[in-house]
């Protein structure tokens, strides 16, 4: 097979990801259905390991699935651990079978099909960041509504459901849930540690938790502590939006000159293939070739990390 069909199967495996991952850009929000007392909305919950509780049980004992289930919940995602898995496996299937056929090589079958098992986690990842960053910026907003409430001279649980009902993003999610939780029995502060907990990215949760709790357990003006924090929080996120277009022009140069490898390999492959396949037909060329695209999918992933730790 030629190194066009290679290059060509390598920029297709690249698409799907990067299709996966603009949808996972744009989370759902909270439907409003009623639950059987007509009152609140039906709040999220932890997403499930298996449909069948049978399963669920039994992959309990398996390492890695609760970290797995952990990590799902902090990406806002309500499928089944069982589904991501059996989406994994599906594609690492499809990427083995397509790149043996087209390589010949077996080796290389199963490094494709690593790389593809791989892609529901990086969907995950990026969600999970991009959740934390829509969170964050409905937090001055969510925090506005709390001390207009504890002003009010509500309780901080019936301020926190007030305020879910209000917000429509994953923050006004995770609030409903927090609720919902103490409304079935936990301690208002284990739900509220619990939130923060599938928000680990946003600092600034975590402090709006530790005031709350702070409140719950000791009293005091919630209000105005509510009203401090939120000027505190408004001036750090306008600092960080300013740093963020400080540094546009330095991430697009990055983005650019990661993006100049792959084109340069396609160019090559379409314009002059033989080129190719003389390297991949030669013993140290294969190694070469292989070589070259584990290093510059290494420079990649630190170039991504350094761009998306932002907040």
């Known amino acids: 097979m030629t190194p066009v069909v290679l290059v060509g199967l390598f920029v297709a495996a690249l698409a799907v990801a990067q299709v996966a991952v603009w949808a996972s850009?744009?989370?759902?929000?909270?439907?409003?259905?009623?639950?059987?007392?007509?009152t609140d909305p039906e709040w999220d919950?932890?997403?499930?390991?298996?449909?069948?509780?049978?399963?669920?049980?039994?992959?309990?004992?398996?390492?890695?699935?609760?970290?797995?289930?952990?990590?799902?919940?902090?990406?806002?995602?309500?499928?089944?651990?069982?589904?991501?898995?059996?989406?994994?496996?599906?594609?690492?299937?499809l990427a083995q079978l397509g790149v043996t056929v087209a390589t010949g090589s077996l080796l290389l079958g199963v490094l494709g099909g690593m790389f593809a098992a791989a892609v529901p986690l990086f969907v995950l990842l990026k969600?999970?960041?991009?959740?934390?960053?829509?969170?964050?910026?409905?937090?001055?907003?969510?925090?506005?509504?709390?001390?207009r409430l504890a002003r009010a001279g509500q309780g901080p649980a019936q301020a926190i459901r007030e305020t879910a009902l209000e917000l429509q993003g994953p923050l006004g999610r995770e609030l409903g849930r927090a609720f919902a939780e103490q409304r079935d029995g936990r301690a208002l502060e284990e739900a509220l540690e619990a939130m923060a907990d599938r928000v680990p990215q946003c600092v600034d949760l975590r402090i709006l938790?530790?005031?709350?709790?702070?409140?719950?357990?000791?009293?005091?003006?919630?209000?105005?502590?509510?009203?401090?924090?939120?000027a505190t929080l408004s001036e750090r996120i306008a600092l960080a939006q300013a740093a963020r277009a400080e540094t546009?022009?330095?991430?697009?140069?990055?983005?650019?000159?990661?993006?100049?490898?792959?084109?340069?390999?396609?160019?090559?492959?379409?314009?002059?293939?033989?080129?190719?396949?003389?390297?991949w037909e030669d013993p140290l060329g294969r190694v070469l070739y292989i070589g070259s695209a584990v290093w510059m999918s290494i420079g990649l992933l630190i170039i991504v990390w350094l761009v998306g730790a932002r907040r």
């Open 25 to 38: 850009d744009n989370p759902s929000r909270l439907v409003r259905r009623s639950a059987p007392d007509g």
């Open 45 to 93: 919950r932890e997403p499930p390991l298996a449909p069948i509780p049978s399963v669920a049980e039994a992959m309990k004992s398996i390492p890695g699935m609760s970290a797995l289930q952990r990590l799902q919940s902090q990406a806002g995602s309500r499928q089944s651990t069982l589904t991501t898995l059996g989406i994994a496996l599906g594609l690492a299937l």
């Open 127 to 147: 969600a999970r960041r991009r959740r934390a960053d829509l969170v964050l910026d409905d937090l001055p907003r969510a925090i506005r509504s709390l001390a």
């Open 209 to 230: 938790v530790t005031a709350l709790v702070l409140a719950s357990e000791a009293g005091g003006n919630l209000g105005l502590l509510l009203e401090r924090i939120e």
């Open 248 to 279: 546009a022009q330095a991430r697009l140069s990055s983005g650019i000159i990661a993006a100049l490898p792959p084109l340069g390999v396609v160019g090559i492959a379409i314009l002059q293939p033989d080129h190719l396949m003389a390297g």
